[in-house]
């Protein structure tokens, strides 16, 4: 048979391109070969990281038997949802709203004109748990085409037909104000466990665009419980296992195990995550000066630019949760996880009763098969820090000879962008130049491969090839956030240009005439619905996204094209902030900044000079920040902004009126929210 995926630039489609199962990338031909066989669609969605994609494509998908019946009965259809985010989107709305619940694998069932008429997630090989076999599912979806297929017309239409009438318009809505706010924190501290300083439920995602919102609230509303809940929350994930306590970086989430003890986590990482924690750390750090928020940050930012930084200087998407065991079986966490033994074996017996006891390791274990996750187990109690850290030293160097989990490298426009950001200013503020040259080789790579003559985004690339998927609105959105934040530390005026042509692209193809926003640009690839989630889950929707890089590029820039529609964005913050701030948490934090302002920083001086390192410890909610010579054109905010006595000297505005200019830099730190002692 063909092998349609040998030449993707998706590792997930990669991974299946020697599958027994005949499949097909999502394209137009498929759907025609579909039509053409009179068969029905099987659509499989998954991403390369992702542990039960793995089990079911090895249970299924490399079965001889499942492949054969799938290859004469369907039209297989694998897409990684990483790439078409958008296909994702629409048929895991569908899936949601039929089941009342998603995730990945996904599984879909379509007539050739692409209408869903059955869904799952995870069908095992044999049935159990009271979910049916995959064999059994198709069987079943088989006969329903071939007997009864009047029934599937009408309720592939009907789906089809309730997707379509979910177009949102929050035009009316009105901009977040104080109330809205301060409703959004009241709910938050309902959901909060104030004796773990976790939200509530057993499974736990990292919230990190939550608390960017606590921080910024704190700063401008001055909320003593906004900085403690955000305390709390950075607190418990850097104690444990969803932190990996030895290479840093965080895993997907952790699960509360039913017999109590320690959490266990998901351990893929992802770039999206250790972007977001690493900038969120590098601001919890800004606020307090607190040397654990300092010490994670800059272990996350390694953690990304040690593991997942690509030749081409880009990051790559993700690393997976499996690895081979010391056995040769490839199973979840082994890479991470510890035995008291091999404690032992790396540290010696001192040392690995320190390690054992500081890091919670168990003869019986905390995981699987004796082994243990590590988390910091002692709270509220001295410990030798430099003997820590050799131990993690050690430790680390010993597991870099095991083998590794696989890593998936394609390049994503929007998580590049996110990774940008945090990379730049955590290199600002800790005076780590090396972070800021990796953030501007990324920012590089997505110029040169993913924004082509037009600045028209590419999805992915990999191998420094783009994969040829459009951007959505998420990657113009991240990758103006990250191209600004870079401006603001390297004082370039050309990252502010390309973030320019990016948002001038979000008015022009992605707004709709009441001020909405779509994730896809109205040229795009059309789907059974214009997919539209204004809601941050993993990472901000490409609408919050959008919203906070307009903001920022008015604030820079006077435009108020760019005002007038982050403005016009923000009344989905008004409609859900109140009610689920957990799913609405950066349009919160860009909502700050819009009631701040937000405030606009002008440096007449040197980039990097001592002024400058001020405005960007500023804790004003969103504040742009301009540094350079005021003779260049390269940022509007230094027009005719002179020095003062030839003395490196600050402008700040907001709301149209400035203060005046000052070469002081404790009034210019006091001005912004910080104190002059902070760095």
């Given at each position: 048979m063909p092998n349609r995926l040998a030449q993707a630039t998706s590792p997930y489609l990669l991974q299946h391109a020697d599958n027994p199962v005949d499949w097909w990338p999502w394209e137009t031909d498929a759907f025609e070969e579909a039509r053409r066989r009179d068969v029905p669609v099987f659509l499989s969605v998954g991403y390369s990281a992702c542990h039960w994609c793995h089990v079911m494509a090895h249970e299924s998908f490399e079965d001889d038997d499942a492949a054969a019946y799938m290859n004469e009965h369907f039209v297989s259809v694998k897409v990684d949802r990483e790439e078409r985010p958008d296909v994702?989107?629409?048929?895991?709305?569908?899936?949601?709203?039929?089941?009342?619940?998603?995730?990945?694998?996904?599984?879909?069932?379509?007539?050739?004109?692409?209408?869903?008429f059955y869904f799952g997630t995870y069908f095992p090989p044999e049935a159990r748990h009271g979910?049916?076999?995959?064999?059994?599912?198709?069987?079943?979806?088989?006969?329903?085409?071939?007997?009864?297929?009047?029934?599937?017309?009408?309720?592939a239409g009907k789906i089809t037909r309730d997707l379509a009438g979910r177009e949102l318009s929050t035009g009316d809505a009105g901009m977040p104000t104080e109330e809205t706010q301060a409703l959004a924190l009241l709910q938050l501290t309902r959901d909060i466990d104030p004796a773990s300083g976790w939200f509530k439920g057993d499974t736990k995602f990292p919230p990190s665009m939550v608390i960017e919102f606590l921080l910024r609230h704190h700063a401008r509303a001055g909320s003593v419980a906004a900085l403690e809940m955000a305390e709390g929350l950075c607190g418990a994930m850097a104690r444990s296992s969803l932190y990996d306590q030895?290479?840093?970086?965080?895993?997907?989430?952790?699960?509360?195990?039913?017999?109590?003890?320690?959490?266990?986590?998901?351990?893929?990482?992802?770039?999206?995550?250790?972007?977001?924690?690493c900038r969120v750390y590098a601001h919890l750090w800004r606020s307090t000066g607190s040397e654990p928020a300092r010490r994670v940050a800059l272990e996350t930012a390694d953690f990304m630019v040690r593991e997942l930084r690509t030749p081409e200087g880009g990051f790559a998407s993700a690393l997976d949760a499996d690895s081979e065991d010391g056995a040769g079986r490839h199973v979840e966490g082994a890479y991470y996880v510890w035995t008291p033994e091999q404690l032992r074996e790396v540290l010696g017996d001192q040392d690995a009763a320190f390690a054992a006891e500081h890091f919670g390791v168990t003869q019986e274990g905390t995981f699987e098969e004796g082994a243990s996750v590590l988390r910091l187990a002692r709270t509220g109690t001295v410990v030798d820090a430099d003997r820590a850290a050799d131990v993690r030293a050690k430790l680390l160097a010993?597991?870099?000879?095991?083998?590794?989990?696989?890593?998936?490298?394609?390049?994503?426009?929007?998580?590049?962008?996110?990774?940008?950001?945090?990379?730049?200013?955590?290199g600002a503020y800790f005076d780590r130049p090396d972070l800021i040259e990796r953030a501007t080789e990324a920012a590089d790579l997505l110029v040169r491969v993913h924004m082509g003559?037009?600045?028209?985004?590419?999805?992915?690339?990999?191998?420094?090839?783009?994969?040829?998927?459009?951007?959505?609105?998420?990657?113009?959105?991240?990758?103006?956030?990250?191209f600004l934040a870079l401006a603001a530390v390297t004082g370039e005026g050309v990252w502010l240009e390309f973030a320019g042509f990016l948002l001038d692209i979000v008015l022009q193809h992605f707004t709709g005439e009441g001020g909405q926003l779509y994730d896809t640009a109205d040229d795009a690839e059309k789907l059974i619905r214009r997919p539209q989630d204004p809601t941050d889950s993993a990472t901000p929707a490409g609408w919050t996204a959008a919203a906070g890089a307009l903001l920022s590029y008015a604030a820079y820039t006077g435009s108020e094209a760019h005002r007038t529609a982050?403005?016009?964005?923000?009344?989905?913050?008004?409609?859900?902030?109140?009610?689920?701030?957990?799913?609405?948490?950066?349009?919160?934090?860009?909502?700050?900044?819009?009631?701040?302002?937000?405030?606009?920083?002008?440096?007449?001086?040197?980039?990097?000079?001592?002024?400058?390192?001020?405005?960007?410890?500023?804790?004003?909610?969103?504040?742009v920040v301009a540094a350079g010579e005021t003779a260049g054109t390269e940022f509007p905010l230094l027009a005719d902004r002179p020095m003062v006595g030839d003395a490196p000297t600050?402008?700040?505005?907001?709301?149209?009126?400035?203060?005046?200019?000052?070469?002081d830099r404790e009034e210019l730190a006091r001005s912004l929210g910080s104190s002059p002692s902070d760095d």
């Open positions: 994702d989107a629409v048929y895991m709305e569908a899936v949601q709203a039929a089941t009342g619940q998603g995730g990945w694998p996904m599984s879909v069932f379509m007539t050739p004109d692409g209408e869903p979910m049916p076999s995959f064999r059994q599912v198709l069987e079943g979806v088989h006969n329903a085409w071939t007997s009864r297929r009047d029934e599937v017309g009408e309720v030895v290479g840093g970086g965080f895993h997907r989430y952790v699960l509360t195990p039913r017999t109590g003890g320690a959490l266990v986590p998901h351990f893929e990482k992802m770039l999206y995550d250790n972007a977001l924690l010993a597991r870099e000879l095991r083998p590794r989990p696989g890593r998936d490298d394609k390049v994503v426009a929007a998580w590049n962008g996110l990774a940008i950001a945090a990379l730049a200013e955590t003559d037009v600045a028209r985004l590419t999805r992915t690339s990999k191998d420094g090839r783009t994969g040829g998927h459009a951007g959505v609105l998420e990657d113009y959105g991240d990758v103006a956030e990250g982050a403005e016009g964005a923000l009344g989905v913050v008004q409609a859900l902030g109140p009610r689920v701030p957990r799913f609405i948490g950066w349009g919160l934090a860009v909502a700050e900044a819009l009631l701040d302002g937000p405030r606009e920083v002008a440096v007449a001086g040197p980039v990097g000079g001592e002024l400058h390192r001020t405005a960007l410890l500023g804790r004003a909610p969103g504040a600050a402008y700040v505005c907001r709301h149209f009126v400035c203060d005046a200019p000052t070469t």
